[in-house]
């Protein structure tokens, strides 16, 4: 029963699609199973670049069935944008090959009115979401008056049910965010509409992944976000609305823990975060100009979904040895290491001193205001100046960037197992 996992252990934007395009050579099946089109995963493929929010990355390799999950957040507008931007590619979409969970849940432009208009009015308290509805989205699902995709199914009371939820948006724009009314009727038609179009991708996907667990084929659960933007374990309240980490893919796909095979920790080489929050290890001088890059390439640190420049700084270990136990992570795959070429020395943070003590791993939940107390204690080490990109074995590397992947094992615990040391698929060095 071989499921692996593909997780973020930072803020999101680790390399998650860089890892999922790599494993989904051999895999039968790719589900994401959280969030919604607040995701950006970035593929590279010789000269093509793939940016996918809602559709598995797994797309891309002609074997895979693609699936969107139950505990997933779904705009039919994203889906539909991106299956004509895969088709133009030459990729194949088919209700063969792409699934929509009939029980996931509906994102309307009305959510992302009142996403923004939300976020807006917290004023210096913005949790700076990326505007697409997900927020609104889960709180209808938790309140249990969310549209679902299954009820796409029966036209005329999926109209109903929409023009209810379109007058509800109306009241909450208007009266708490003074904002105007959207036209019911255009609103309700134009969804309609899209609505129609995705119809014959919706499924129920639970037998769908058992049949191919029970038969021994791979599934893929490509996560989106990352570790500590989990709703529960995450630096709430500057997190997002779904469970991001591993715990999300029982209940966001519908299969049994016995299916784990493994648990891929994708981290980054340094740290990102986009959006407000607290962020221990930022940097804002020109080391930070170094590592985020200056929007030239295509892997430069700016949001893929909202093209917002990212706040960078040193890689934490203390919060990558917290995504590790949150989500029971039994590999690394390491990022973006040729970034760091360059630098004659480079930081890591080992541990915490708050409020006078000092803390190797966290011993108090990771909430924002905690975490906000938190300095970091480095530990530093020598840098390289060679370009790695053109490294694909482990004895390629430079001594110095060994020395930095084996620190980075040595503390946390965990076998870094692949190294990606370009945003083009084949630049990748795989250990044994
Ligand atoms: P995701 O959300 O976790 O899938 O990550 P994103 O796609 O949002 O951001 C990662 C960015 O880094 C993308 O532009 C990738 O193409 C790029 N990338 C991934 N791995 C590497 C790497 O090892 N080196 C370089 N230079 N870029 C990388
Ligand atoms: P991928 O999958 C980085 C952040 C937003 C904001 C917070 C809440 O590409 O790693 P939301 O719109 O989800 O309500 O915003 O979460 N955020 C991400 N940051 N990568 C992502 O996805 C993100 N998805 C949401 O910036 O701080
Ligand atoms: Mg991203």
Redesign the pocket.
Known sequence: MPLDIVI?TQW???????AVDLLAQDSHLVARYNGGDN????V?VADKIYKLHVIPTGVIHPQTICILGNGMVVNPYTVIEEMDMLRSAGIEINPDRLMISDAAQLITPGHRLLDRAQDAALGKNQIGTTGRGIGPAYVDKAARSGLRVGEILDRQSFADRLRAHFIEINKLLTILYSQPEIDVELYTSDYLEKAEMIRPYIKRIGPEIQAALKVGKIVLAEGAQGSLLDLEQGSYPFVTSSCTTAAGIFSGLGIGIQAVRKVIG?TKAFQTRVGSGPFPTEQTAEIAEFLRGSGSK??DEFG?TTGRPRRVGWLDLVLLKYAQEINGITELFL?????LSGLEQIQVCVAYEKQGRRLDTLDFSCDAQSLAQCVPVYESLPGWQEDLSRCRRWRDLPVNARVYVETLEQKTGVPIRTI????ERT?TIYRE
């Open positions: 973020g999101g934007d680790e390399g998650k699609g860089r995701a950006g995963h970035t590279t994708v295509p892997w893929t990022t973006k290491l040729d970034i990606s040391v370009g945003s630049a």
